[in-house]
């Protein structure tokens, strides 16, 4: 018999070891990857907060844009909503997507922090946040001006946050073809 | 009493219900309700990461629910709405992840581990019964220690009886 065989049990061990030893603490689980991401914008009807104008996916299109989904009833909201207004005021777009909330609660929300916003997006039963895969606001989506997504980032934009993620943005003033974005939106 | 007795009967022959943390889906059939209990079983709640659609009283479970009761009042099958949720959420929703590339590991590498322990304990078992005769120098040497080791025991017993 060979000896050598003996120890085939330990390698596999040292090796299965070291294999998921490493993916511990890589996988973020709060961050989920998102599918949409390369996809357009999904269609819905909606109403504007601010006017009760329709609102359609083509009024996402045109300029790269940020597209914040938000609500009163969210903490984490209220902590990013400074940086939002620090963004617009740098002259990034930025629209709204008031989510499972009372318009004229965001209304006064809006009133009293500030507004970041183009427009804000009604969605009071939370069919866009369906279609847009949201599981806890605030999420952010990056939307390039042909209307589609090219990054997402769930939890509160900060300056850290954004560091990130600026390269993306400015990207997609420029570029429009999916294969710029395939190292930067991973 | 009788009466009220009678039409909850009426009630429940009429239609079955699926009650999921106090919502309540209707159903005309048990085959529909059966299948909306195994998918709120089979899908993942995507905000409390260890509950399915049937545990989670997260709000989004709850739209979650609601679409997949909606698609199947449309009529869709059990892939489509699975389909429908995975567009939007991704793998994740699925209890059940499909066989695809990045999922071979997950799904060949205990049959591979079961393969390899297989193959080990066949080839220890043969390497046991293989036991080598021994040679004509082995041998001899082998007779050697015996005759020694009798003449030994003889020379004890001659000791002890002396």
Known sequence: MNRTMLFIPLIIFVVMAIFLGSGIGRENKDVLPSPLIGKPFPQFILQQVETEKQLTQSDLQGKPMLVNVWATWCPTCKAEHEFLNTLAAQGVRIIGINYKDDDDEAKVWLRDYGNPYEFNISDPK???????????????????????IRAKHVGDLNLRV???????????KTHTEAADFNEGSK | MKLLFAISLSLFSLSSFAVVNGHLYPFDNDVDKERFDILAEDLRCPKCQNQNLADSYAPVAGDMRDKVYELMIEGQSDDEIVTYLVDRYGDFVRY?????????????????????ALIMIISLARGRKETQPLSEEEKAKLAELQAARKQQSVEKSEKRDS
């Open chain 1, 126 to 148: 939370g069919k866009l946040g369906l279609e847009l895969g949201v599981y806890g606001a605030p999420e952010t989506f990056f939307v390039d001006g042909d209307g589609i």
């Open chain 2, 96 to 116: 059940n992840p499909p066989v695809q590339e990045n999922t071979f590991f997950l799904w060949f590498a205990p049959g591979v581990m079961v393969l390899i």
């Open chain 1, 162 to 172: 954004w560091q990130k993620y600026k390269a993306i943005f400015e990207k997609m």
